[in-house]
């Protein structure tokens, strides 16, 4: 059975020349329409490696090429063996041949079926070419978008700066004749109070009131322009007691006067700007001290928990609440709940607040009930490094 692989002879057969009757002319047209087939069949898989030898990335499918070359090549071949069987008869060879070429396209046809969805989904040339028009389009626009979003922030800064800058300035200068009005009220009140009717005396009282009012306003906006003035090296971390602490004292007065009840447990170490905390902490206890239901004791509790990369300080006063409504809008700039007769203040204190809040990269809400009102102040425990002064969008009201 081997030796007639190479030869048939001895089993009685004949080479295919002997069908052509040995004519010279039939021969020679089968056999050179077969050479030239091989030689074709021989190219694409050398095409094809050299395609993938060149390509700069690897094939997804570079298997799928493998085998489609490995049947390409034994097609080849068969039409090589055909020409050898017209002067041999190696026809066990020729089936053998046959039969692994049959194996290997019918693997062939079964690996490509699935390729079928994915090559039908690659995009043409002109389409690729189109989808990278659109592309370079929308970098473009985007870049336009991105310059114009710089320039616009650029001069939102210089307005902000040109604002605060405004502000430090002009309350600065109104402080100048209001120490006139209120200290010639003061001295024409203490000379001449006795030549004085009870009309004349309660418009002095009005006067002075006013002035009084008007510098603690310009107090309140001085403060609110200085947020955000402070560097990078006033953030440091320190006793949170000691912060809440010096906040107390600022109150004494206030504490005393009305008895107030100022609990908290222990605190911990918190990297913050102080000087600043120290104000938001003085804003919300004169609040809850003030806004007081009639009759009863202040009492304010303080806690703080660690939430993740955030301090979660949470202040519960037994004050007179907040209407659901306006639990946003108190921390708006002038926005009071209240008339100047039935509480003291400006409506500057919580956006005060706030801004310090955003300054650290935190966040201040409120919520109320029938208890009172809690304020949840939300403090990074790593604060950011201090960008330029922030937005403020409530000077823009002033």
Same mark, same amino acid.
């Given at each position: 059975?081997?030796?007639?692989?190479?030869?048939?002879?001895?089993?009685?057969?004949?080479?295919?020349?002997?069908?052509?009757?040995?004519?010279?002319?039939?021969?020679?047209?089968?056999?050179?329409?077969?050479?030239?087939?091989?030689?074709?069949?021989?190219? &694409?898989?050398?095409?094809?490696?050299?395609?993938? =030898? #060149?390509? +700069?990335?690897? @094939?997804?499918?570079?298997?799928?090429?493998? /085998?489609?070359?490995?049947?390409?090549?034994?097609?080849?071949?068969?039409?090589?063996?055909?020409?050898?069987?017209?002067?041999?008869?190696?026809?066990?060879?020729?089936?053998?041949?046959?039969?692994?070429?049959?194996?290997?396209?019918?693997?062939?046809?079964?690996?490509?079926?699935?390729?079928?969805?994915?090559?039908?989904?690659?995009?043409?040339?002109?389409?690729?070419?189109?989808?990278?028009?659109?592309?370079?389009?929308?970098?473009?626009?985007?870049?336009?978008?991105?310059?114009?979003?710089?320039?616009?922030?650029?001069?939102?800064?210089?307005?902000?700066?040109?604002?605060?800058?405004?502000?430090?300035?002009?309350?600065?200068?109104?402080?100048?004749?209001?120490?006139? &009005?209120?200290?010639?009220?003061?001295?024409?009140? =203490? #000379?001449? +109070?006795?030549? @004085?009717?009870?009309?004349?005396?309660?418009? /002095?009282?009005?006067?002075?009131?006013?002035?009084?009012?008007?510098?603690?306003?310009?107090?309140?906006?001085?403060?609110?322009?200085?947020?955000?003035?402070?560097?990078?090296?006033?953030?440091?971390?320190?006793?949170?007691a000691e912060t809440l602490t010096k906040a107390i004292k600022g109150l004494k007065t206030s504490i005393d006067k009305t008895g107030a009840e100022i609990a908290f447990g222990t605190l911990p170490e918190v990297e913050a700007n102080h000087g600043l905390l120290v104000q938001l902490l003085h804003n919300l206890l004169d609040n809850a001290i003030k806004f007081q239901k009639p009759g009863e004791r202040p009492k304010v509790r303080i806690d703080i928990d660690r939430d993740g990369d955030f301090w979660q300080l949470t202040m519960a006063d037994n004050g007179i609440g907040i209407p659901a409504?306006?639990?946003?809008?108190?921390?708006?700039?002038?926005?009071?709940?209240?008339?100047?007769?039935?509480?003291?203040?400006?409506?500057?204190?919580?956006?005060?607040?706030?801004?310090?809040?955003?300054?650290?990269?935190?966040?201040?809400?409120?919520?109320?009930?029938?208890?009172?009102?809690?304020?949840?102040?939300?403090?990074?425990?790593?604060?950011?490094?201090?960008?330029?002064?922030?937005?403020?969008?409530?000077?823009?009201?002033?």
């Amino acid at each position: 059975m081997f030796a007639n692989l190479f030869s048939g002879a001895g089993a009685g057969l004949l080479p295919h020349g002997v069908c052509f009757q040995l004519r010279p002319d039939l021969i020679w047209l089968h056999v050179a329409s077969d050479a030239v087939i091989a030689i074709a069949y021989f190219m &694409i898989p050398a095409a094809l490696l050299y395609f993938i =030898r #060149r390509r +700069r990335q690897p @094939l997804s499918f570079g298997w799928a090429v493998g /085998l489609f070359a490995a049947f390409i090549v034994l097609c080849g071949l068969s039409h090589i063996v055909g020409i050898i069987t017209v002067w041999l008869p190696i026809y066990y060879l020729q089936g053998i041949e046959k039969a692994i070429t049959a194996g290997v396209s019918l693997a062939t046809a079964i690996a490509i079926i699935p390729l079928v969805p994915k090559l039908l989904a690659m995009r043409s040339p002109e389409e690729l070419a189109e989808a990278n028009q659109r592309l370079r389009e929308e970098i473009t626009s985007r870049e336009l978008a991105e310059e114009e979003m710089r320039r616009s922030l650029a001069n939102m800064n210089r307005a902000v700066k040109e604002l605060e800058q405004f502000a430090y300035i002009t309350s600065h200068d109104l402080q100048a004749p209001l120490r006139t &009005i209120s200290g010639f009220s003061q001295l024409l009140n =203490r #000379r001449h +109070r006795d030549k @004085l009717d009870g009309d004349a005396l309660e418009f /002095l009282d009005y006067i002075d009131k006013g002035a009084r009012q008007m510098q603690q306003l310009i107090q309140d906006l001085l403060a609110l322009s200085r947020v955000g003035r402070s560097d990078a090296a006033s953030v440091e971390r320190k006793p949170l007691a000691e912060t809440l602490t010096k906040a107390i004292k600022g109150l004494k007065t206030s504490i005393d006067k009305t008895g107030a009840e100022i609990a908290f447990g222990t605190l911990p170490e918190v990297e913050a700007n102080h000087g600043l905390l120290v104000q938001l902490l003085h804003n919300l206890l004169d609040n809850a001290i003030k806004f007081q239901k009639p009759g009863e004791r202040p009492k304010v509790r303080i806690d703080i928990d660690r939430d993740g990369d955030f301090w979660q300080l949470t202040m519960a006063d037994n004050g007179i609440g907040i209407p659901a409504d306006q639990l946003d809008a108190v921390f708006a700039i002038f926005r009071r709940l209240h008339g100047p007769d039935d509480y003291d203040g400006t409506g500057i204190g919580l956006a005060i607040c706030r801004k310090i809040a955003e300054y650290h990269g935190g966040t201040i809400h409120a919520t109320s009930d029938d208890s009172g009102t809690q304020f949840q102040l939300r403090l990074p425990v790593t604060v950011p490094k201090q960008r330029a002064p922030t937005a403020v969008a409530e000077l823009h009201r002033v």
